[in-house]
């Protein structure tokens, strides 16, 4: 049996928006291994995003079409595919929308790299307008259908921001005195690092005033960095292979200190390694997702936020661990990033626990995907993509250039 998952309580028909991407996939197969009925709609532009980045998973990802005839061979579940850009796409979203009545959907559909955000103005601009208006576009086509669609948004433990404000983040909302004495509970002030938390922050602001305009059911998951690779559900068939993202702008930190230590390559810890992020494991986010699922906001409820995450770690730290556990050097690289050096991080995932998530630590597991995913792909990295590429401003840039 895998520990955490329960059957839900009804059936339910769910859309999983970007559900060929690195979290979308498993979770999709997660929800149809539950006896969810699962559609995805993809328009593969992390694919493409590839392309351009001349760059790969080191993980050899099949086809939509391919993925899907051997997850229907293993578990003689159906998933729909449908091909389209959510943001540019209004209408064959409405269509979907109206069409499907879905009991939730679940929206993974950004572009979530805050490297790749920050590489120059396309980027930074094609960040803003995916982002912005996928969202905005799901709510409104949810808003004229008149249906009461449950939206589980992906968002990010960044909107909080890195600074040092010392005390426990909680979960979305904060008690405040404004001037004059006021008593309100606000959102959390919001304080993103990259152009592309920028978007998450915008996203909230477009949830509120949904809410609160249309009465529409809304979870917002606040998600810490998520590492590992495959879920029991992916690992059905080396074709249900989830994707694997290593490099300098993709690749997030954890996973790419697994694929440096497998390829021998000294771990490129930035600066001095002080920064403390929040960290799930890929199998918890699908599990956590099935959780927001079975239990949705009430009608007229404000906006639900989880933190969804399992344990905080230093960067340096991290690096340590995975020295320790396989020999490898590790490198103080300059920060592209412009972040705190140095931050505390304390967050609260109470409901989460209180709902039965019992999370996957970082013990569990790392060397397996050190031997099991990273080593066993060596071969198909392309160590050229490992140094960061992105820059958050021109003087960083210089400066990191005229280290090399
Ligand atoms: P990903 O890039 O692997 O997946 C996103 C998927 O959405 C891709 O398959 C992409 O093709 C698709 N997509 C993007 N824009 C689209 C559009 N306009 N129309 C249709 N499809 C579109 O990213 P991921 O790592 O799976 O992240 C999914 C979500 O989870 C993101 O919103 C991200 O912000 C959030 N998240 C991810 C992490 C992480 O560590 N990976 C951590 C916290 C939060
Ligand atoms: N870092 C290194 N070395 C590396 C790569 C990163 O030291 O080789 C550092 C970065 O400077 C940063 C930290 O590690 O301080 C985390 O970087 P990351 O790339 O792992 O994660 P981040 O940019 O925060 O983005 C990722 C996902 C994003 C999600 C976010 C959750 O790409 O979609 O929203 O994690 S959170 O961190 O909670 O904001």
């Known amino acids: 049996g895998t520990n955490g998952m329960f059957t839900p309580s009804e059936k339910k028909k769910v859309i999983v928006l970007g559900g060929d991407g690195f979290c979308g996939w498993p979770t999709a197969l997660y929800l149809s291994e539950i006896g969810h009925d699962v559609i995805i709609v993809d328009n593969l532009s992390r694919r493409a995003i ?61 572009q979530r790299a805050a490297p790749y955000s920050m590489k120059g103005p396309y980027q930074k601009k094609y960040t803003i307008d995916n982002n912005v208006n996928g969202t905005h576009n ?46 309100s509970n606000i959102l959390h002030p919001m304080s993103p690092g990259s152009v592309y938390h920028m978007t998450k922050c915008l996203d909230q602001l477009l949830f509120q005033f949904y809410q609160r305009n249309d009465e ?48 021998g390559y000294p771990l490129t810890v930035y600066g001095t390694g002080g920064q403390t992020r929040a960290f799930i494991h890929i199998e918890d986010t699908a599990k956590c997702i099935g959780l927001a699922i079975e239990n949705p906001p009430k009608s007229g409820d404000r906006v639900e936020i989880f933190n969804q995450i399992a344990e905080t770690h230093r960067v340096r730290d991290l690096a340590k661990i995975i020295a320790d556990l396989t020999g490898c050097e590790v490198k103080s690289v300059n920060n592209p990033r412009k972040e705190a050096a140095e931050n505390e991080l304390e967050v609260s995932n109470k409901k989460f626990r209180s709902l039965g998530y019992e999370p996957i630590s970082l013990g569990t597991g790392l060397l397996e995907e050190v031997t099991q995913v990273a080593d066993k792909y060596k071969d198909r990295c392309d160590v050229d993509k490992i140094m960061p590429s992105s820059f958050w401003n021109k003087k960083i840039e210089e400066q990191c250039t005229d280290d090399v």
């Not at 606040?222 to 074709?239: A, F, L, S, Y």
Request: hydrophobic share 40%.
């Open 138 to 183: 799901l709510l409104c086509a949810i808003v004229e259908s008149g249906l009461d669609v449950h939206v589980v948004h992906l968002g990010t433990m960044g909107v909080y921001g890195y600074g040092t404000s010392g005390g426990e983040i909680p979960e979305g909302y904060i008690d405040v005195t404004l001037p004059g004495g006021r008593e």
């Open 50 to 110: 590839d392309l351009e980045l001349e760059c790969d998973s080191l993980t050899p990802i099949q086809s939509m079409g391919e993925r899907l005839k051997v997850w229907k061979q293993v578990s003689g579940k159906e998933i729909p595919f449908h091909f389209f850009d959510v943001a540019k796409s209004y209408e064959l979203l409405r269509e979907l929308i109206a069409r499907e009545k879905p009991d939730a959907v679940v929206h993974f559909a950004e």
């Open 216 to 263: 529409l059911r809304i979870t917002d998951l606040h998600q810490g960095i998520v590492w590992g690779t495959n879920t029991p559900w992916t690992k059905k068939d080396e074709r249900l292979i989830n994707r694997f993202d290593y490099d300098s702008d993709y690749g997030t930190v954890l996973n790419r200190f697994l694929m440096q230590a497998a390829m």
